[in-house]
């Protein structure tokens, strides 16, 4: 157990659906970061969240969004989903100190059918 | 952030020594040195980071050359369970820098 904590595990869902991921980081560590890990595409990174503020994107679909809450737990927003986003999807967390590793959740595998 | 080539795959005996090698050429001053890995659908796993000076710890050791240009990954003892997708990522320690992946090598651990 890394501690970084994500739900649910496995996501079956329908074309043209919305779809809520969570991350709950390790205690004490401010940034959660967003990855997704598709087959044919190895893991991109989606964006950044430090303690409540947007940190850094990447090549985040507008279809998609996040957010992190005061209790430093993230939502990853997955709409308007096609068959293309089936993927793991995966939430990290650190301290917040740009040189640190860091710690990864075991992910959630989205299908998209 | 700068690129960096690793070999796509390896093979390794098991309880023998690993040495994944890492090219990063055009590294600045200000990157660090990642590694990580990832076993089959599981989250990736931090290894090891370092700047310029070589670094060990419980899981392996980071050997970086003097011109920084490349490092080697070593794991001293080698087991089945190392199988893995080993990544070498260099990155600025700056706020906003974030982990960049790429193919990473695929290091099989024989019996």
């Known amino acids: 157990d890394s501690g970084v904590t994500q739900t649910p595990k496995h996501l079956i869902t329908a074309t043209g659906q919305r779809v809520t991921l969570r991350c709950s980081p390790r205690?004490?560590?401010?940034?959660v970061y967003w990855y997704q890990q598709s087959l044919d595409q190895g893991l991109q990174f989606l964006i950044q969240?430090?303690?409540?503020?947007?940190?850094a994107k990447g090549n985040i679909l507008e279809r998609f969004s996040a957010q992190q809450f005061p209790d430093l737990h993230s939502e990853l927003n997955l709409s308007s989903l096609e068959l293309g986003d089936s993927a793991l999807y995966f939430c990290?967390?650190?301290?917040?100190?740009?040189?640190?590793?860091?710690?990864f959740g075991s992910g959630t595998r989205l299908t998209v059918v | 952030d700068a690129k960096t080539t690793q070999p796509p795959s390896m093979d390794c005996a098991e309880g023998r020594a690993a040495n994944l090698p890492c090219n990063h050429s055009?590294?600045?001053?200000?990157?660090?040195v990642y590694w990580y890995r990832q076993i089959h659908s599981q989250g990736p796993q931090y290894i090891i980071h370092?700047?310029?000076n070589n670094e060990t710890n419980e899981m392996a050791s980071l050997i970086i050359t003097e011109d920084r240009k490349s490092s080697t990954l070593i794991l001293p003892h080698a087991t089945l369970r190392d199988t893995a997708v080993y990544y070498c990522?260099?990155?600025?320690?700056?706020?906003?820098?974030?982990?960049?992946f790429g193919e990473g090598t695929q290091l099989t651990v024989n019996p």
């Open positions: 205690s004490g560590d401010l940034s």
């Open positions: 990522i260099v990155r600025v320690g700056t706020s906003g820098s974030r982990l960049t």
């Open positions: 370092g700047l310029k």
């Open positions: 969240y430090y303690n409540g503020e947007e940190r």
């Open positions: 990290a967390s650190s301290v917040g100190d740009p040189r640190d590793g860091y710690t």
């Open positions: 055009t590294i600045s001053g200000n990157e660090y």
